[in-house]
Each structure stands twice: as C-alpha cells, then as structure tokens.
C-alpha cells in the first residue's frame, strides 16, 4: 500500500526533538522525503540518524527568526527531487514567568521565533510551493494556551494566538496556488519542553484533560499528516486542536 506522502518533500522546523521529530517521523514513514531543520546543527544530523530506518532525511541547519536562512532552506528543500509540497512552522521556545518579572527581551524573544519565524516560513514555503503549479500544505504549529491564555505565559499565549491570524490570513492569501494552511494546537504533549515545567505544575494542568492524560508526540505527527495529505484536501484555514479536550 502507498504511503499518504509519497513522491512529496516536507520541510520541518525545530525537527531535532519534540513534537517536531515526532513530525518528521510521521511524514517519513508516509513516504515524504523530510528536510529536518533546526537552529541546533548538531542535534539535526543525530535526528536524522535516528530517522535513517523510517526514510530519507535530510539535516538542514536553519535559524527561523533570520530571514536569509528561511529563505536558504526552502531554496534547498525544493532544489532536489520534484520540488517542495509541504512545509511545517514547528520551532519554538518558552521562556515563563510573571508578566512584572519578564524583561521585554522575554517578549520578544517568543515574538520572534514564534511568530517572525512562523510568517518567514508561510512566505517562503508559499513562494517555494506554488513554483511547481501542483498546491501544497502549511502547517503551523500554535498551541492551546494561544485559545485560552495562561498565567505566566503572556509572552507565548500572545505568540500562538497571532499564529492563528497568521494561519487564516495567509489560507486566504495562497489558495489561489492551492496551497492549503491550517494550524495545529497541542495541549500538554510528551516532550522536553513539557518537562521544564515543575511536577506538580504538570499534575495540576493535567487536572483541566478530559481525557485525562498527557499526549504523545505522535498524535501530534497523526494530526500533521492528516494536514499535510490528500486527506484533508477541502481544509484549510482551520484550527486543530489535539489536546485530550483541554479548553475545548
Ligand atoms: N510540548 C508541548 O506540550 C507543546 C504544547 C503546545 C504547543 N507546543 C509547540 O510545539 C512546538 C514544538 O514543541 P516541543 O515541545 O517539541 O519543543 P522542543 O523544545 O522539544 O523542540 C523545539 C525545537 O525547536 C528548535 N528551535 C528553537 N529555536 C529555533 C530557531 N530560532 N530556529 C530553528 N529551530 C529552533 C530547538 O532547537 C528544538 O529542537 C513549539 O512551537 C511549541 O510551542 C508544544
């Protein structure tokens, strides 16, 4: 049987670790070829050693907050093979704390790779996908507490809802090349961004989950390719979120 994605080549942010490894995955065992991207170079190339078993990966080193290097890695994404059809904004920092207590440089920081880098990847992806004529798919990763807010989260709850603007902003802007953008919301997944937060911090967010546990980093990937695929061809604009029913 054909994988979901297969013949497409799939750039990934942030794909070293976490949920955007879990992506990468994802994507290769659909049949995608996978560009990992990540600030850290190093941890890229181990990640995709790890992933030589599900397919083939490519480690791109890649800071989403310069323009220039966006703008390098989807130029090298859609350079082999049959150019570029699916692009994931995945990248992303936390740094918490009272709002009285965050140097502006807190702010901004979060702005930067979460937003900057998440529109830099919406314009390069959209020039660099619409080049074959074929259509493609953007997926960007926002997150629940961009719904809801958090406490002591100002800065990261203000990034992940200007994601969604973004997302809907820029469906409108590139359907006209078929190219589809959708984002993602995770709730609190399995990953080592999740783990800076203290025990009993993560007991109590678990206490708001219907379905009461912590997600994995797969059913983030599952939720992608749905987005990434044929499957989901009629959807774009839209908000998904994967979070066990967290301030559904
Ligand atoms: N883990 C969760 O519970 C959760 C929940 C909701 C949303 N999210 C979002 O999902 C995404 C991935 O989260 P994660 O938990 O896997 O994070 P993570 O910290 O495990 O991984 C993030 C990756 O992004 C890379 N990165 C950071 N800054 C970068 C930059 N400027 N350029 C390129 N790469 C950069 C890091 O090197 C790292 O490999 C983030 O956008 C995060 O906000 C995560």
């Known amino acids: ?48 050693e790890e992933l ?15 323009e220039l290097s966006v703008a390098e890695l989807a130029e090298r994404a859609s350079r082999d093979g049959a150019g570029l059809d699916v692009w994931v ?22 702005i930067d790779v979460h937003v900057q880098g998440s529109w830099l990847g919406c314009k390069y992806a959209g020039i660099h996908i619409g080049a074959h004529g074929r259509g493609g798919s ?17 800065n990261y709850s203000t990034a ?25 919301l995770p709730g609190i997944m399995r990953t080592a961004m999740a783990e800076q937060l203290a025990p009993e911090d993560l007991a109590a967010r678990l206490t708001d989950v219907p379905l009461g546990r912590i997600g994995e980093p797969h059913e983030i990937a599952d939720a992608a390719v749905f987005l990434a695929s044929d499957m989901s061809t009629f959807v774009t604009g839209a908000a998904l979120e994967v979070s066990g029913g967290r301030f559904m």
């Open 138 to 154: 953007i997926v960007n990763i926002s997150s629940i507490g961009g719904k809801a807010g958090l406490a002591g989260q100002t």
């Open 89 to 110: 904004n995945n990248a992303g920092i936390l740094r918490n704390g009272d709002m009285a207590d965050m140097p502006l440089s807190g702010f901004r920081a979060l």
């Open 160 to 184: 992940k809802a200007a994601i969604l603007g973004l997302t809907k902003a820029a469906a409108k802007e590139l359907a006209p090349k078929s190219i589809r953008v959708n984002t993602i």
């Open 52 to 66: 030589a078993a599900d397919g083939q990966a490519l480690a791109v080193a890649c800071d989403v907050t310069d």
């Open 1 to 48: 049987m054909g994988g979901l994605l297969d013949g497409r080549t799939a750039v990934v942010t942030g794909a070293a670790r976490g949920l955007g490894f879990a992506m990468a995955r994802g994507f290769l065992q659909q049949g995608a070829r996978v560009v990992v991207a990540d600030l850290d170079k190093d941890a890229a190339a181990t990640a995709v």
